[in-house]
């Protein structure tokens, strides 16, 4: 993987190595030391690095803090909805979740008068005799929107709901795509990412048509956005650290991981009754 662009170019922030030591006392919180800067050709290996601001270009300290869970990671959109099918007892938020995965019938209207001859928005042409068919699937599923935690939400919850929002895949590819196996980089001329194994010798192309899904092009940027946030864990280093603006990623955290959801879940008293039971028990010890 090549060291990423950093919001604000190359005179504002820069990319080092770190290296992350866990707190012997609240688990989940790791103290983060800075280690070698990477150069931007860079191809950066597995391990730990921070996006730091270079001097004089920090921004005002605004983040919330939490005493726990400093270091998170997101579970792929289809990891979570399979959790919420299968779950014994449904929450509000699964329930919502699910709901919002239902195609209207009108947005499908909208969809199949605008993409009437029925072809993979990636493979193109679809044999009617292939074991995979083509059909109408959500580009960023609007019961996801409550999940993304990467950065600013440029999108409300409602406007996923649009027919722009929907396009025309083979089923058998529209899977990697909801399990955020790859991805379309709307901003590198509409380049397909891989990342992860199973979407490779798939016969993906290294590029979808710009101008035929220019009008997707919010909704392709947020599942990048959310794909990356899969691929790399991360969290927000003014938690461990006195100097504000620094953020760090790791590009060999595990995708199926839990993040933080933005609502309250049945299970977050437990955590945090559990985490501060295991502190008071190694202070005491």
């Known amino acids: 993987m090549i060291a990423p662009p950093i919001a604000g170019g190359a005179e504002v922030m820069e990319v080092r190595r770190v290296s992350l030591e866990q707190n012997e006392v609240i688990r989940s919180k790791y103290h983060i030391h800075s280690e070698e800067t990477m150069i931007s050709s860079a191809v950066l290996i597995p391990g730990n690095y921070g996006c730091y601001y270079l001097p004089g270009k920090e921004l005002q300290d605004v983040c919330s803090r939490s005493l726990l869970h400093s270091f998170r990671t997101t579970m792929s959109m289809d990891a979570r909805k399979k959790r919420y099918e299968n779950a014994e007892r449904q929450t509000a938020a699964a329930t919502g979740c699910l709901k919002r995965y239902i195609i209207p019938d009108e947005l499908l209207a909208e969809a199949s008068s605008r993409d009437a001859d029925g072809n993979c928005v990636f493979m193109g042409y679809t044999d009617k005799n292939s074991q995979y068919t083509a059909k109408f699937d959500w580009i960023f599923p609007p019961g996801m929107a409550r999940f993304r935690t990467h950065g600013p939400q440029l999108l409300t919850t409602e406007e996923f709901s649009s027919s722009q929002n929907l396009m025309m895949a083979r089923t058998d590819i529209y899977r990697l795509w909801h399990s955020n196996a790859f991805s379309v980089d709307v901003d590198d001329d509409y380049r397909i990412c891989v990342f992860d194994k199973s979407a490779i010798n798939q016969g993906l192309p290294s590029r979808i048509d710009p101008v ?74």
């Open 212 to 285: 035929l899904n220019s009008a997707a092009e919010r909704f392709l940027r947020e599942h990048f956005r959310f794909t990356l946030s899969v691929s790399w864990g991360g969290g927000d280093a003014n938690e461990e650290h006195a100097v504000p603006g620094q953020a760090v990623v790791s590009n060999d955290a595990p995708s199926n991981g839990e993040e933080e959801e933005s609502n309250t879940t049945d299970n977050e008293q437990e955590d945090f009754v559990s985490e501060v039971t295991a502190r008071l028990e190694a202070l005491q010890g």
